[in-house]
């Protein structure tokens, strides 16, 4: 960076680590390139007893892009960074099942983080997949040549029951290709970021997800069932709020996302008015509670405010505001074929927005680093 600060990736075992290193005192400091995403922070270096240096953001990101520039012609990190990509592929395409159609009409919580739902009478019999995802006129067009008539839903039919991932199948490969930008450039950015360290939304700060791409691609099973598997799990928080975005992916640009030190002052001095008021868990983990409320203007648009019952420092409340065809288009969503969840689909937008904004700030960071997928 100058006489004063040098910033280095450096990596063990696992994880890549970015180096702080301070030339005046000698001091080092090793954190996760996660740090890099902090957006109200400046790097402070001390440069004597009484003096210091003050780095904003903007040029320490600037910095770690030029490191993961650099770190992007490593033949081991191209050869884990593609297969992290074909298991992100493979993971965002895994089905649930469902076997009674009462299932589908009111799809269990524990099922619906999914963007393909299949059903079958039982899990001996054939299954048909039904794409659970806002369509764009072109997808639905694509999907169509596809679909075939059928219980309880139209939608795919397989012969038997549904591979460990439907990547492969004709109707995903045919989405991957027509739309790159919604399913396969978000998969490929948040691949490599956090297999690079940045943020992957394991609990207690940790980054499970990424420690277990390091330990468990490198071998010759990466793609197996049993790696699927665990990495479903070390990621979970991870592939709801990727799920939600997927799914929501044509409709966010509908929704003004606004952070408000007062949500609901704010829908009173715009005109709204209250309709519904509900506390709601965070998920997936059920750690926090949010008071939410719905207010409509009476004119077609519509707005939430989110207030943490806990504030964490710094937190502010949320406040989205759309309009009520868009909510609706939202609610059919994340209904999955079955009865809409007004509270499932709006935390479900809420995790969208934030995967929205996570890819937006780490992209940058990425591109010099990046193949194409084009």
């Given at each position: 960076m100058d006489e004063v600060l040098t910033l280095q990736l450096v990596r063990g075992k696992g994880l890549p680590r970015l180096a702080i290193l301070n030339q005046s005192t000698g001091k080092k400091k090793h954190t996760s390139l996660a740090w890099a995403e902090g957006q109200e922070r400046n790097l402070k270096i001390k440069t004597g007893r009484t003096s210091s240096r003050e780095y904003p953001m903007e040029d320490v990101r600037a910095a770690v892009s030029r490191l993961v520039e650099q770190a992007g012609q490593d033949l081991t990190l191209k050869a884990l960074l593609w297969r992290s990509v074909q298991v992100f592929g493979d993971l965002i395409h895994r089905s649930r099942s469902v076997y009674s159609e009462a299932e589908c009409l009111a799809v269990p919580e524990s099922k619906r983080d999914t963007l393909w739902l299949a059903y079958a009478p039982s899990p001996r019999d054939p299954h048909r997949v039904r794409p659970c995802f806002a369509e764009t006129p072109e997808e639905t067009q694509l999907l169509d040549g596809h679909r075939t008539e059928g219980r309880p839903w139209r939608g795919m039919d397989l012969p038997?029951?549904?591979?460990?991932?439907?990547?492969?199948?004709?109707?995903?490969?045919?989405?991957?290709?027509?739309?790159?930008?919604?399913?396969?450039?978000?998969?490929?950015?948040?691949?490599?970021?956090?297999?690079?360290?940045?943020?992957?939304?394991?609990?207690?700060?940790?980054?499970?997800?990424?420690?277990?791409?390091?330990?468990?691609?490198?071998?010759?099973?990466?793609?197996?069932?049993?790696?699927?598997?665990?990495l479903a799990g070390k990621g979970r928080e991870f592939w709801t709020r990727m799920t939600a975005y997927l799914r929501l992916q044509p409709l966010l640009h509908t929704v003004d996302p606004r952070e408000s030190d007062d949500a609901p002052g704010e829908a009173e001095a715009e005109g709204l008015k209250k309709r519904e008021r509900f506390s709601m868990m965070s998920r997936p983990d059920h750690s926090r509670m949010f008071v939410v409320q719905r207010y409509l203007d009476g004119q077609g648009r519509l707005a939430f405010s989110l207030v943490p019952e806990t504030r964490l420092p710094g937190e502010k409340d949320r406040f989205l505001v759309l309009q009520e065809e868009d909510w609706e288009r939202i609610l059919t969503a994340c209904a999955l074929g079955g009865e809409p969840d007004g509270q499932y689909a709006t935390f479900s937008l809420v995790q969208a927005l934030e995967m929205g904004r996570w890819l937006a700030l780490v992209e940058p960071i990425l591109r010099a680093g990046s193949p194409s997928f084009r």
């Open positions: 038997g029951s549904p591979p460990s991932s439907l990547r492969n199948l004709p109707f995903v490969r045919d989405l991957s290709h027509a739309n790159p930008d919604r399913w396969g450039v978000p998969l490929m950015t948040a691949a490599q970021a956090i297999l690079l360290g940045f943020r992957d939304w394991s609990p207690d700060g940790e980054q499970d997800l990424g420690e277990a791409l390091w330990a468990l691609l490198p071998g010759p099973d990466s793609r197996s069932e049993e790696t699927l598997t665990n």
